[in-house]
């Protein structure tokens, strides 16, 4: 395995870590910045309003989105191991 077999697993690793991670923070962000402005206009600052939207948001998008991000997780994974082997039978 040479310089170029490693910097290609970790481009790989980092697509998939932004493919997985992705979509939760920015559903997080989006209900935050909504929640936040809702607040400010409202004047109500209760903690437990803004955390609330924001894990429904979180969550719904697990929901929706969790098979296709294990089939991400589960195709890096099969890759990574055929890699392993690979190098291993050299």
């Known amino acids: 395995m040479n310089g170029q077999d490693i910097g290609m697993l970790l481009q790989a690793a980092a697509m998939v870590v932004l493919k997985l991670g992705g979509p939760p923070l920015l559903a997080g962000l989006t209900a935050g910045v909504v929640m936040s402005l809702v607040q400010a206009v409202t004047q109500i600052h209760e903690q437990t309003v803004a955390f609330v939207p924001k894990l429904v948001a979180v969550v719904t998008v697990l929901m929706v989105l969790g098979g296709s991000m294990m089939t ?13 082997v690979e190098v291993g039978a050299r």
């Open 72 to 84: 991400t997780l589960a195709d890096f994974t099969h890759m990574l191991f055929d890699r392993v």
